[in-house]
């Protein structure tokens, strides 16, 4: 079974203020950016659909990068921002995910047949399920295990696995929207770039 520490004694550097503010404007502008970007494909203009990777990619990318980055300056303050930003990402995804299942629905579509579709909902469920345990357990005013390191552990990581599925998956759904290598690439690589200093 894998202990707390057994990851190679792996412990990430804690970001400077310098790095992390502009973590959080990068995280922020992606999300706003690369959310309209694919929001408007492949047609080339907003409609009712947009509203899905838009709130999608600000909530899963955006919020949930920023409350990632958050967490890792430490303290008191920055975990209770950590859940506020967390749950926020939820909500937006929530809302995302209202917007699609009624946009298949107003077009007489079926839902849950692409990978990108089960995948968005298995990572949906998992983030809720983390967020639980964030709350529930771990809060640091009102957790009720608030001080088990495996607990903590398992959180710390299993919400890093479920957030590079995260952007994994708004790849896949770019891709049945457009094959456009230049709109692929603006939205692809900056994820790449971000993701060793959020998620690792």
């Not at 310098?18 to 990068?26: E, N």
Request: overall charge positive.
């Amino acid at each position: 079974m894998v202990k707390p520490g057994s990851l190679g004694k792996y412990k990430p550097s804690k970001p400077t203020t310098g790095m992390y503010w502009t973590l959080v404007l990068v995280l922020t502008a992606f999300g706003l950016g690369g959310g309209y970007l694919a929001g408007i494909q492949p047609a080339g203009q907003w409609r009712y659909f947009s509203w899905h990777p838009f709130l999608m990619t600000l909530g899963m990318v955006g919020f949930a990068g920023v409350a990632t980055v958050t967490k890792k300056m430490g303290g008191y303050v920055n975990t209770k921002s950590h859940a506020v930003l967390a749950w926020g990402s939820v909500i937006l995804s929530l809302c995302g995910l209202y917007c699609i299942y009624k946009n298949k629905e107003n077009n007489g579509y079926s839902h849950l047949k692409t990978a990108h579709s089960r995948f968005g909902l298995a990572v949906f469920v998992s983030c809720v399920g983390l967020g639980l345990v964030g709350s529930i357990v771990l809060h640091p005013d009102f957790g009720i295990d608030k001080a088990n390191q495996t607990i903590r552990f398992w959180h710390k990581w299993g919400a890093r696995c479920v957030l590079t599925m995260a952007w994994i998956t708004s790849v896949l759904g770019l891709m049945q929207l457009t094959n456009d290598s230049y709109v692929l690439l603006s939205f692809g690589i900056p994820l790449l770039v971000l993701f060793p200093f959020v998620l690792m």
